[in-house]
């Protein structure tokens, strides 16, 4: 069964630093997602990527973050600056199309100290 | 602003049971997706749906649009069943998911 990957499954990073997480969704998918879950709280959405641009963001989604999808394959997250507030798990997601399921990657614990 | 509920927050069964978790919303929905999460974290969707029943296994779920409701249920629960089960919906006319804040299920043998 095809499989939403993601690297790295568990980060440590200083505060300030930048982080990049990567994504490899499913080769036939238009619709890519980021959603992040704080521990011990709900799932958040972040942001959706279609057709080589942001279709949809949170306002959680500000400034410090960007995505991109380099190579027609891989789909990264990037935390420009980070912060405690940003310690999480970092799922993506894609989807075939609007009206079809999602696959969830295993997600990147990121940890900011 | 669209909310998700689900109860109960906890649930212990004993393997055989039939269990039921609810979600409840408070917007006009496009489409219901019940997810599992396990220990490890990771997230595997088990329904879409936008009307009526779906069944899967053991596994069916419902959805009441004008009530904004849905259920799954799990028939003869074993305790591989044990996870967090997450309600989340996509409103009308957007593409994002809201989420529930899930049901953590454990089934004793």
């Known amino acids: 069964e095809p499989e939403v990957t993601q690297t790295p499954s568990h980060q440590v990073t200083q505060m300030g630093q930048e982080v990049i997480l990567r994504c490899v969704p499913i080769?036939?998918?238009?619709?890519f997602y980021w959603y992040r879950q704080i521990l011990g709280q709900k799932v958040e959405f972040l942001v959706s990527f279609y057709n080589n641009e942001i279709s949809e963001k949170s306002e959680i989604f500000d400034d410090q973050f960007s995505v991109e999808r380099p190579d027609g394959s891989n789909f990264t997250l990037k935390i420009r600056s980070t912060k405690l507030e940003d310690s999480a798990m970092y799922f993506c997601a894609s989807s075939a199309g609007y009206n079809y399921g999602y696959t969830f990657g295993s997600g990147t614990r990121l940890t900011v100290v | 602003k669209n909310e998700v509920e689900q109860s109960p927050q906890n649930l212990t069964a004993q393997e055989g049971e039939f269990i039921t978790i609810n979600c409840s919303y408070s917007v006009g929905i496009s489409a219901l997706h019940w997810l599992q999460q396990h220990p490890g974290g990771g997230i595997v969707s088990l329904f879409m749906?936008?009307?009526g029943k779906k069944k899967h296994g053991r596994l069916i779920a419902t959805i009441n649009i004008q009530e904004k409701h849905s259920s799954l249920h799990i028939t003869a629960s074993h305790p591989r069943d044990s996870a967090v089960y997450i309600c989340a919906v996509r409103v009308n006319a957007g593409n994002m998911l809201t989420f529930g804040g899930g049901t953590r299920l454990m089934v004793k043998p």
């Open positions: 749906l936008s009307s």
């Open positions: 080769s036939n998918h238009l619709y």
